[in-house]
């Protein structure tokens, strides 16, 4: 069985994510190796996701998410709608679901009668899984249609999608190519 969880978590890291910065900053890139970062107060900065958490965690920002039950929505429509192509999604789109996933759960803790939140919850992670299943589908048919790693398509993908394409585009054409090359190896006449 493949360890999927560490190959993606180190793809995960490097995700650029947006954030709302709530303290001025400057940080130079002795903290950060290559990175310099600066902002005022209600800046918006990019910075991958290993970098966001620590600016998170000593306070300098917050995550700037903008997804919601409604984008999620609108995302399960497009993709449903057109069943040929996949819909570009940003690069860190599950990691705002599952931010989105984490406040609902965190208000249930506090008020488990919470009933808006309970069913908020309900629905991102159904309208989740919907999402999930739809662009899995799409990227085999991707992969079995075209097994060459394309470009465009990977401009489309979030980084675990891309993980999966790059992957199973190299699994299918390693199989194209052993069913067709290999197979008669077998039968000595």
């Known amino acids: 069985m493949i360890d999927v969880e560490g190959y993606i978590k180190p793809l995960i890291e490097n995700v650029p994510v947006t954030l709302k910065v709530i303290k001025p900053l400057l940080l ?7 990175y310099t970062i600066q902002g005022d107060s209600g800046d ?3 910075v991958p996701l290993s970098i966001a958490k620590v600016l998170v965690r000593e306070g ?3 995550f700037d998410d903008d997804t919601d039950i409604n984008k999620m929505k609108r995302v399960l429509w497009f993709e449903m709608k057109d069943k040929d192509s996949i819909t570009e999604l940003p690069k860190d789109f599950y990691l705002k679901i599952g931010r989105l ?6 208000k249930l803790e506090k008020d488990p009668l919470n009933y808006e939140a309970n069913f908020a919850l309900n629905m991102l992670k159904s309208l989740l899984h919907d999402i999930i299943k739809c662009r899995l589908q799409k990227i085999v048919k991707l992969c079995v249609s075209n ?3 394309d470009k465009d398509v990977l401009n489309k993908l979030t980084v675990e999608e891309e993980f999966f394409y790059k992957f199973l585009c190299g699994f299918v054409n390693s199989w194209l190519n052993y069913i067709e090359n290999e197979c008669g190896e077998y039968y000595d006449e």
Do not use: T
């Open 44 to 46: 918006r900065i990019r």
């Open 60 to 62: 300098y920002c917050a």
């Open 28 to 34: 130079d890139e002795k903290i950060f190796n290559e």
């Open 101 to 106: 996933i984490k406040r609902y759960e965190k």
């Open 147 to 149: 097994p060459n790693v």
